[in-house]
């Protein structure tokens, strides 16, 4: 019997027996050790992408799939608790989360906001959230207002939270979408050696080791696994299969995506944190608010 045909109090009490033994849905109720290291980014960031370096840094030997991805760099809202738990550690976790005080390593990945609501755009088609035919100009209002998760916030509340809070310490790592796609090799150095600090006694960062990491991290890689195991991935096999989830992968695409309306929409909303990161606008008028350090 499915547990919502349950009485209320039943439910109450298995839905009780699995927090207490870790059997939900981890989540932001995951438990958290001293030596986790969280991948973090706003939806459609990169963050996948990012998991397949790591992991492919992480088992030079054993290349990243979708089948095995989920035991090397788990993603926190797919897996229960108890299979968290057992993971080797240190831990690489994937999160979403807006700042969390209590996650001890933080890699986040930014990406600009523009390219982040096209992707956010094509990912709520294949989830069947909005049809093919819905106009792109109507979803952006409702994006800048994160209607569509509203537990992560907008882009601009989740990236400021974290590099309000943890910008200029060593145990945060700040990468751009933009700067791995143009200087793969030198992005994922700089990961390595946050991750050899962090405990990761298994990851090098020789060249030949980055640029094997690379390589089988490739968009045109990673799109043959989502076409051979997308079905039987737990983010994708809900979703429609005639839409794929890693989709051109470039940096700079909604210039051909979007409207002019919409530019600016994003622009308006979050003009300072985008020129804060180094994103160039398209519209004059926004308050310039850069400093040495990046953010002031």
Known sequence: MKLRKLPAPVRAIIQ??????????????????????YLVSYPRSGNTWTRFLVANLLYADDPATFSNIEHRVAEIYFNPDHRLRRLPRPRILKSHEAFHP??????????????????FYHHNVKARNIPDTYPIDEFIPRFLRAEFD????????????????????????????????????????????????????NVSASPEHLQRAIRLSSPERMRELEKTEGARYAQLKQTRQD?????????????????????????????????QLGYTLTQVGHPQEVTASGVS
């Open 102 to 119: 209590n996650y001890p390593r933080v890699i986040y990945i930014v990406r600009d906001p523009r390219d982040v609501a096209v992707s």
């Open 16 to 37: 009780a027996t699995r927090v207490l033994r870790g059997r939900q849905m981890a989540g932001r109720g995951a438990t958290i050790f001293d030596d986790d290291v």
């Open 243 to 275: 839409k794929p989830f890693v989709r051109s992968a470039k940096a700079g695409g909604w210039k051909d995506a979007l409207s002019p309306v919409s530019v600016k929409l994003i622009e308006e909303a979050w003009g300072r944190v985008m020129q």
């Open 150 to 201: 509203p537990w992560w916030g907008t882009w601009g509340d989740n990236v400021m939270s974290w590099i309000s809070m943890r910008q200029g310490r060593s145990n945060f790592l700040l990468l751009r979408y933009e700067d791995i796609k143009s200087e793969p090799e030198l992005q994922l150095s700089k990961v390595a050696h946050f991750l050899q600090q962090s405990g990761c006694a």
